[in-house]
Structure formats: structure tokens, C-alpha cells
């Protein structure tokens, strides 16, 4: 039985569960009081200045026609999706460890009506690119018809792996060589065939400075992006998909349906534009913090690092737990004797270990708190562990 009675130094909170943690701070909370005399206004009616300043912003700065701002990523993948298989029949091709497949309800599928196929992830957080082609489905009756690929950049369950851009090219390069525009469907219609590409970018931000290449450059082949706010950027609430102009009016028809229009949403788009002020020295040291982190847990007797650290997230797993301890347990004590917030992690494909959590960085976490984290950790092996002299006696 682990003793998770709280000790003195458990006041203090250091939360990694996730870079949604963040807190508004000073500036955003100033931009989102002065919102009211500043253009906000209804977003349904298109008329808040504020949240279509930031649309246009993004779309600038992504390199894409426009944007449009929903509640969260889940909803913005989910519309995405919906959106590129919006004719009965459709399928999207995902990874099977990806976020579409594992934390979003399968909800292009019970709510978008499409039907999901899925490919093997690699460690790395690819796809094999000739499995990606040849699951894109030939014109057949008994089959679906797909109509969208989907990426993940960073991949949360393959521990943050930052895509090459290479890669993200390639992709887009050979599925669009594939899957040309058609002459017109079997109904004598003249839609375009073409496969697309949705790049689900809830860390995109964290994979740019890893891979050095802009915002625009990142995503230049992708025919659709979702990115999140809460995350890197820090902003409380919300994320953005991006398109075409005539992608993204369907989306915002979908949005409604959803239930994701809202009103006086400018009050968001103030503290996201803070955030996006500052998104480049503010995810920079997101990055470095992880790396820290690892470099100091990697020493610790029974800790193992689980694969290279790219982003801002670290997946860690205990070695030789001693008996009836679980991961839970030992999230539980870190939570209590030290007030450390990580996350179990479960058995994250394709490390495939049971006794891992998931530690996230954000730049609100500071170098001071990185070295207290890691000491609570040296102290969680040592006493829920057993060491290797004591199994050898």
C-alpha cells in the first residue's frame, strides 16, 4: 500500500498533466477586459471584430485562405473530418494510435458518418507511406470511398515524435500524384476526387521550432489544418481549422450544428492573440524544459526515458515496481507527497509499457520547478521500486 499522506512540500503544485494547464496571464486577462470596448461582438452574426482579426491572422500566418475559431480541437478534427466526407459513403485513413482514433469518441464516425480506416502508427508517430496508398480505397461498389488523410503534428501517443517535414511533404506529394481529379462520378457529377490531407496541428507550434521551418511552410501541402490555442499557445479556451474559403463556410454551417457557435467569443480571441504574440520564445522554452527534465530523470535507477525527447512531452515508465504498487499509485503519491501532476499513461503504443505517465511542459513552468520535479521523481523510485542489489540478494 503506497502512503500518499500529504507532506509540507505538497502545497506547492507543479502541473504537467498537460500544456492546457496554463492560466491566462497578466496581459491576456488585460486583453480580454479591454475586448469589450474593442470590437467584440456576436460571432454567430459574424460581426465580433475580435475573433475575426484572429481568423484572418491565422490564416496569414498559416498560409491558407481562411480560418474559422470553434471551442476546441476535438470539435475542430471532428468538423474537419466531417467536412472532407460529407458524402455518405466516405472514409478517412488515421493512425491507430492517434488522437482522431484513440481520445475523440470515434466521433467521424458516430457523428460525421464516415467510416475511419486505420494504419499501424510507427514509433517515430509516421504512417508507412505505401500503406497509406494502398488503403486509399480503388472505385469499387463494395467499398467506401476515401476522401481524406489525416496526420498528427506532434503525435501525443507516440510521445510528442515531431514528423519531419520531409515527411509531411511526401505524403502530400504521393497521395495527390495517386488520386488525381476524376472525370466526374458515376452519378455524372464533377467532383474532384482527389484524396486530401487533414493535419490534425494541436502541437504544431512545438513541431515547428523543432523542425525549424515556419508555420506556413509546415503545412503549405495540407489541404486543411486544425490547431489548437489552449496548448502551446496558452490561450484558455479554443482552437482554429483552416482552408480553403469554401471549406471553411461549410465548416462554420457544421459548427452550428455542433453546437460550437457562440456569441461574444472576441473575449477568447483577446487572450489568444496575446498568446500568439508570444508563441515562439513562450513554446522555445517549452521544448528546452522537456529536454531538461529528461536529462535529469534519465539518470534516476528504475526510470526509463521512452524514446527521444522532440517536444514538450516526456513519457516515462517505471522499472520493477515492488508488489501491488500500480502507476496510479505512484501518480497519486508524486500528487500528494509533492504536489507533481503527471499522467498515467497507461501502455502507450508502441512502447507498449503499462507503468508509464506522460509529464507535459508548458512555458509557465519554470527551471527552479524543473529540478524539484525531478527530485520527486528520484524519490518515487527509490522508495515505490525495488533496486537491482535488492533482487539480486
Request: hydrophobic letters at 40%.
Amino acid at each position: 500500500m503506497v502512503d500518499t499522506t500529504p507532506s509540507v512540500m505538497s502545497a506547492l503544485v507543479i502541473d504537467c498533466r498537460s500544456d492546457t494547464v496554463t492560466k491566462p496571464n497578466k496581459e491576456m486577462r488585460q486583453a480580454m477586459y479591454d475586448s469589450v470596448d474593442e470590437g467584440v461582438g456576436d460571432d454567430v452574426f459574424g460581426d465580433d471584430e475580435l475573433v475575426l482579426d484572429l481568423e484572418a491572422r491565422l490564416a496569414m500566418m498559416f498560409g491558407k485562405e481562411k480560418a474559422v475559431f470553434v471551442p476546441s480541437g476535438t470539435m475542430a478534427n471532428l468538423i474537419a473530418v466531417s467536412v472532407h466526407c460529407e458524402r455518405r459513403g466516405s472514409e478517412y485513413i488515421c493512425g491507430s494510435a492517434s488522437h482522431i482514433t484513440l481520445y475523440e469518441q470515434g466521433s467521424g464516425a458516430t457523428i460525421g458518418g464516415a467510416h475511419p480506416r486505420q494504419i499501424p502508427n510507427e514509433q517515430d508517430g509516421t504512417m508507412n507511406i505505401e500503406h497509406i496508398l494502398d488503403s486509399i480505397r480503388v472505385e469499387d461498389d463494395h467499398f467506401p470511398t476515401t476522401r481524406v488523410v489525416c496526420l498528427e503534428q506532434t503525435h501525443n501517443k507516440c510521445g510528442g515524435r515531431v514528423l519531419k517535414q520531409s515527411y509531411v511533404d511526401e505524403v502530400c506529394d504521393k497521395v495527390k500524384a495517386a488520386t488525381k481529379k476524376g472525370e466526374g462520378d458515376a452519378d455524372g457529377g464533377d467532383e474532384d476526387k482527389r484524396v486530401k490531407i487533414h493535419m490534425d496541428g494541436a502541437r504544431i507550434w512545438n513541431a515547428c521550432i523543432k523542425n525549424k521551418v515556419s508555420l506556413k511552410d509546415a503545412v503549405a501541402k495540407c489541404d486543411s489544418v486544425s490547431v489548437c490555442l489552449s496548448k502551446a499557445v496558452g490561450a484558455p479556451i479554443g482552437s482554429v481549422i483552416l482552408g480553403t474559403e469554401a471549406f471553411i463556410r461549410k465548416c462554420k454551417r457544421l459548427r452550428k450544428a455542433l453546437g460550437g457557435g457562440m456569441r461574444q467569443v472576441g473575449v477568447l480571441a483577446a487572450a489568444a492573440d496575446v498568446g500568439v504574440d508570444a508563441w515562439e520564445q513562450n513554446v522555445t522554452k517549452s521544448n528546452r524544459l522537456a529536454l531538461l527534465f529528461a536529462k535529469g530523470v534519465e539518470k534516476i535507477e528504475n526510470i526509463k526515458v521512452c524514446g527521444p525527447v522532440e517536444s514538450n512531452l516526456v513519457i516515462l515508465s517505471f522499472q520493477r515496481l515492488k508488489k501491488d504498487v500500480t502507476i496510479h499509485d505512484i501518480v497519486a503519491w508524486l500528487k500528494k507527497k509533492y504536489g507533481v501532476l503527471v499522467t498515467a499513461f497507461g501502455a502507450p503504443y508502441p512502447f507498449n509499457d503499462p507503468n508509464s505517465v506522460r509529464v507535459a511542459f508548458h512555458y509557465q513552468i519554470t527551471e527552479d520547478e524543473i529540478d524539484f520535479a525531478v527530485s520527486s521523481f528520484k524519490v518515487a523510485a527509490w522508495e515505490q521500486t525495488e533496486s537491482k542489489k535488492s533482487e539480486g540478494n
